[in-house]
């Protein structure tokens, strides 16, 4: 039987496993197979309750195809938010070379999209968990611009010679409070590690400490951008301003997405940076 004849078979094992999505799961698995025998391996790990990222081992964000594998946290599509705010402040620089870290990088999906959006960028990319910053090296590999990533805790593993030197600081921090990780779909609590999920007893924990230490990082005029949720940005709002920044909140109805969006003063009497790329790290 052709593949292309198997989609509703596997929509009705896949209904049957709870799989809200079943039909667009099942035409991503079918096109996906190779062989009849592989696409019935890829519908027993789904219906098993490993993500569909993980059985397909991509995912899409921002139009790009994100390589994910087991133990590896799945970029979320309204995340897509913070990074294109991310890129938009990037461009507002009008000029090549911009210096981006990417804390928390995960699969290195917010990196991926910020190293194809902007002009020559240096990137750093950041994150404690070895799995993830082997995937994020994986798909940053081919990234264009001057890309690094690293494995260590927030700050711990960058160079010091970007301290002060940071035009974007994106940190897609967990924020998820700790007694609500028991509630999440199984997908993440089961098959994503609790470090990428976990932010704390109100869920700001790893923000704070993302913010205390964002201002000897940044440049001047230096932007610190993290996703949070809606109930939770005051206190995110708060979390900032005591760090010495200024904040604002991006909202996306449409992707129900809340970022916090985070200046650095800028020095008096500091002129514009001169045009073209700054000094490598």
Do not use: K
């Not at 994910?68 to 970029?75: D, L």
């Amino acid at each position: 039987m052709p593949l292309a004849a198997s989609v509703a078979p596997v929509v009705s094992a896949l209904r049957a496993a709870g799989c809200v999505f079943a039909e667009d799961e099942a035409r991503l698995l079918v096109s996906a197979a190779r062989t009849p025998g592989e696409l019935a391996a890829m519908v027993e790990r789904r219906a098993a309750g490993l993500p569909l990222e993980h059985v397909l081992g991509w995912a899409e964000f921002c139009g790009l195809r994100i390589a994910v594998g087991p133990g590896v946290f799945v970029p979320r599509r309204r995340t897509e938010f913070l990074a294109r705010e991310a890129a938009a402040l990037g461009h507002a620089l009008g000029r090549p070379g911009a210096v981006v870290v990417d804390l928390c990088c995960g699969s290195g999906a917010v990196g991926a999209f910020l190293a194809a959006a902007l002009d020559r960028p240096v990137l750093h990319a950041a994150d404690i968990d070895p799995s993830a910053v082997a995937c994020a090296r994986r798909n940053l590999a081919a990234a264009d611009g001057d890309v690094h990533v690293h494995e260590g805790d927030l700050y711990d593993p960058l160079p010091a010679g970007l301290r002060g030197r940071v035009d974007v600081l994106v940190a897609n921090v967990p924020y998820v409070p700790s007694d609500a990780v028991a509630l999440l779909p199984p997908e993440a609590r089961d098959h994503e590690p609790r470090v990428a999920l976990d932010g704390g007893a109100d869920g700001l924990d790893v923000l704070r400490r993302v913010a205390a230490a964002a201002p000897e990082w940044l440049a001047p005029g230096g932007r610190l951008l993290f996703e949070t949720g809606e109930e939770q940005a005051p206190a995110a709002v708060a979390a900032v301003a005591r760090a010495g920044l200024e904040a604002r909140v991006a909202v996306s109805e449409e992707l129900y997405a809340t970022v916090v969006i985070a200046s650095a003063p800028r020095r008096s009497g500091a002129g514009p940076r001169a045009a073209g790329n700054p000094r490598r790290a």
